[in-house]
């Protein structure tokens, strides 16, 4: 455990340092003149998937918003965010060429995986004017502490539309689906089945993959056999959606996401085009189901874009 912890200290200091460094660069005299947060993804440190940086991005907005702060996302990897989500009621594109390092009136504020922060708190005892920030983390509790559940879903979700509309391009992909009313059913594996590089590294024997899978199955013809409508599954693992599809009658939307944090390194965008595809088709659905079976990893994806639907979410486990 302390081992553990140590590993954990000295990589955060590491990114830290890689931080300063990379911000020194853009050392700049002058003062920033407007208050401002800016949330950053930026490659300098890994940022996490899609919806860890949604979560950071929104609850960023939230105290931006609470404190009368300018609000900007620096977001240029592995792609630029306006490629698949464009600004809707706010103007947040901030690029490189405006990035100013001064040394006491700005600050970095690194919360990867922090979960017990109080960013606003941070923000409001520091005496500098432009935090770029990078974090992963949904601290609507802490921002919020006196609504509910439902409350901060519904804060969560009108903060989403407020920042975001899809891109043309997006909307056209996502308009050549089918879209009747369906339910959906979601898995994350990460590299479990042997077919997804990710932040885990363990990959199941054959004898136990096909165990696991067995049990998912059960877990969906269940839920299928008292259900009216169509249903579509959506999976990190390539292998899993195939050993479903040849089971039983389900639909599929067609390509293969990976980590948004892109550890194959690969320039090509279609994975991510792909995971947001995931994303807003979950959100369409008339209910959304999690399939989670051990040693199979939790996941907030599916969770995320059911509050962006506003549509209901059931965890199923075995």
Request: hydrophobic share 40%.
């Amino acid at each position: 455990m302390k081992i553990k912890m140590l590993k954990r200290f000295l990589g955060k200091k590491k990114k830290s340092v890689m931080l300063f460094l990379h911000y020194v660069q853009y050392f700049s005299a002058k003062q920033p003149k407007t208050k401002q947060i800016v949330v950053c993804f930026d490659g300098v440190v890994p940022h996490g998937g899609l919806v860890d940086r949604l979560k950071g991005i929104i609850s960023f907005y939230q105290i931006a918003k609470e404190l009368n702060y300018d609000f900007k996302i620096l977001f240029d990897n592995p792609f630029k965010l306006s490629s698949f989500l464009e600004p809707n009621n706010i103007d947040w594109n901030f690029s490189r060429k405006q990035i100013q390092w001064h040394p006491t009136k700005t600050k970095i504020i690194y919360l990867i995986n922090n979960f017990g922060a109080n960013p606003m708190q941070l923000i409001q005892n520091s005496s500098a004017i432009r935090f770029y920030v990078y974090a992963n983390i949904d601290y609507s509790k802490s921002t919020f502490p006196e609504l509910n559940q439902l409350q901060l879903e519904h804060n969560w979700r009108e903060s989403f539309n407020t920042l975001f509309k899809q891109s043309s391009h997006l909307s056209e992909k996502l308009n050549q689906i089918e879209t009747k009313p369906f339910i959906a059913f979601h898995s994350r594996f990460t590299s479990l089945m042997g077919d997804f590089k990710d932040t885990t590294t363990k990959i199941l024997p054959c004898r136990e993959r096909e165990v696991l899978c067995d049990k998912l199955l059960q877990l969906i013809n269940k839920i299928i056999l008292t259900e009216a409508h169509k249903a579509y599954l959506f999976s990190d693992s390539i292998n899993f959606i195939a050993y479903v599809k040849d089971k039983i009658n389900i639909k599929t939307v067609e390509g293969n996401p990976f980590h948004m944090d892109n550890f194959e390194k690969t320039k090509d965008t279609n994975g991510h085009l792909k995971t947001l595809i995931d994303f807003f088709m979950i959100s369409k659905s008339e209910k959304v189901y999690f399939l989670k079976v051990n040693p199979m990893y939790n996941s907030s994806f599916s969770k995320y874009a059911a509050i962006v639907g506003n549509t209901k979410f059931e965890r199923l486990e075995a």
